[in-house]
T-cell receptor, first 115, second 111 residues
Framework: GAVVSQHPSRVICKSGTSVKIECRSL??????MFWYRQFPKQSLMLMAT?????????EQGVEKDKFLINHASLTLSTLTVTSAHPEDSSFYIC???????????FGDGTRLSIL | DAKTTQPTSMDCAEGRAANLPCNHS???????VYWYRQIHSQGPQYIIH???NNETNEMASLIITEDRKSSTLILPHATLRDTAVYYC????????????FGKGITLSVRP
């Protein structure tokens, strides 16, 4: 069964709205979670590494003020797309490790559409 | 940049084995080979990983060459539901270690 849950699965909203996406590890604690973005017909691109209790580490070219990440507990990380615009429309996916030596497991993704 | 190279696409007949190759000639000693797949509009699904020994689980087998510069993912009896993009990724251990996705290989299983 799923070990990482992502919510919501789909969001459609107006330009200028801020959207929050949740990522939960279901039966384990995850000190580190990862956020990816995937545009149509492209591969997954890592946006940031979310660390419980500390600031997220963003990949080059990703605006930290645009994509706010909060990892306040060992089972929950949130990604907020602030003042979203049509170019932010994408498939957002999170992942988490059970343990250091274990593979990352991914959520089912959130399809964000900005009108 | 991804550290692996894979063919763009391949197909196989349902019920036959699907052998998906991957080159990772610059792999480091502490890096594992991971395989994930992504079915359309879903998150990636973990398949298998290995360091240097061959591995097998309920989904697939992973064959890694002795010099570790290439590997092959084997789906022993492909079904239509195995149609997906398969990603071969090298990654070091550690909770903060990233997965860098390349373009993957699109496997099409035909009836």
């Amino acid at each position: 069964g799923a070990v990482v849950s992502q919510h919501p699965s789909r969001v459609i909203c107006k330009s200028g709205t801020s959207v929050k996406i949740e990522c939960r590890s279901l039966d384990f604690q995850a000190t580190t979670m990862f956020w990816y973005r995937q545009f149509p017909k492209q591969s997954l691109m890592l946006m940031a590494t979310s660390n419980e209790g500390s600031k997220a580490t963003y990949e080059q070219g990703v605006e930290k003020d645009k994509f706010l990440i909060n990892h306040a507990s060992l089972t929950l990380s949130t990604l907020t797309v602030t003042s979203a615009h049509p170019e932010d429309s994408s498939f957002y996916i999170c992942s988490a490790n059970r343990q250091d030596s274990q593979p990352q497991h991914f959520g089912d993704g959130t399809r964000l559409s900005i009108l | 940049d991804a550290k692996t190279t894979q063919p763009t696409s391949m197909d196989c007949a349902e019920g036959r084995a699907a052998n998906l190759p991957c080159n990772h000639s610059t792999i480091s000693g502490n890096e594992y080979v991971y395989w994930y797949r992504q079915i359309h509009s879903q998150g990636p699904q973990y398949i298998i990983h290995g360091l240097k020994n061959n591995e097998t689980n309920e989904m697939a087998s992973l064959i890694i060459t002795e010099d570790r510069k290439s590997s092959t993912l084997i789906l022993p009896h492909a079904t239509l539901r195995d149609t997906a993009v398969y990603y071969c990724i090298v990654r070091a251990t550690g909770a903060n270690s990233k997965l860098t996705f390349g373009k993957g290989i699109t496997l099409s299983v035909r009836p």
